[in-house]
């Protein structure tokens, strides 16, 4: 059975200090004990807090991820930090593609590519974002858009390295606006993303995937997001930053 995952995402908030209690505050919640066992829990806060909040958190039960990741290995790249930097103060996973990174960084495909199999080259997992913006949706393309963004990318790696891949499905409408796309069309879209994946990489890859919404979830829209069949757990932006707030929604499971 494919894991259920919540992952917050912290994006560029809290400074150090408030990213160590915010990550000391969850592990609190999480030793209590979650609603269900199948669901993991994945922090993903700043670069510069990694390796601190690696010495405080139960890795057992908490996975560590970054945001992003350098498109090369090592070298001259000023600035940049590689899939081997963060895999060495404890990071296990990787956001990316996320909309973010795509509107204001440019990254593109072709970038993406790279860093993903960097990611997982190094036995890190990749959650790959993918998602349409209104306009797209409006003129009703936001099923192509999204197949274009996993076919150019995830349908180019080989089977045995697909199965580190997690999906998360953001709406980009839906992302820091408040609105959160129905549980209706996060469902449609999700059974879209694994019809995809069977036809590429089959059925049991398919329901191997584990398949995240994000946009705008909050512990009061999130059981009955989850609820829906396709729908394996969510990538939280704002409301990952509040701890009580974001257990809620781990324990919508
Ligand atoms: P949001 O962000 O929950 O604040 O909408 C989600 C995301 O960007 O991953």
């Not at 580190?164 to 408040?178: K, L, S």
């Amino acid at each position: 059975m494919r894991k259920n995952i919540v992952a917050g995402n912290w994006k560029m908030n809290t400074d150090l200090q408030e990213g160590l209690k915010l990550a000391k505050e969850i592990n609190a919640l999480v030793a209590k004990g979650l609603n269900d066992s199948n669901t993991g829990v994945v922090i993903a806060p700043p670069y510069t807090h990694l390796a601190t909040i690696n010495e405080h958190i139960d890795r057992e039960k908490i996975c560590l991820a970054a945001q992003n990741c350098a498109a090369e290995a090592k070298g001259a790249y000023t600035g940049e930090v590689s899939v081997q930097m963060l895999k060495a103060v404890g990071v296990r996973a990787v956001i990316l593609g996320h909309s973010e990174r795509r509107a204001y960084y440019g990254e593109t495909s072709e970038i993406l590519l790279k860093k993903v199999k960097l990611v997982i080259e190094n036995g890190l997992k990749p959650i790959f974002c993918c998602g349409e913006v209104l306009a797209e949706r409006e003129s009703n393309i936001h099923f192509n858009v999204v197949k274009e963004q996993i076919e150019s990318v995830l349908f180019t790696l080989s089977a045995e390295d697909y199965k580190r891949v997690i999906i998360a499905y953001e709406p980009v409408w839906a992302i820091g606006t408040g609105k959160t796309a129905s549980a209706e069309q996060a469902q449609e879209m999700h059974a879209f993303i694994r019809q995809l994946i069977v036809g590429k990489f089959g059925a049991e890859a398919a329901n191997n995937t584990t398949i995240l919404y994000g946009g705008s979830c909050k512990a009061s829209n999130a059981k009955e997001i989850f609820s829906k069949p396709d729908v394996d757990g969510g990538l939280i932006g704002g409301a990952s930053l509040v701890a009580e707030e974001f257990l809620g929604i781990v324990n919508a499971f």
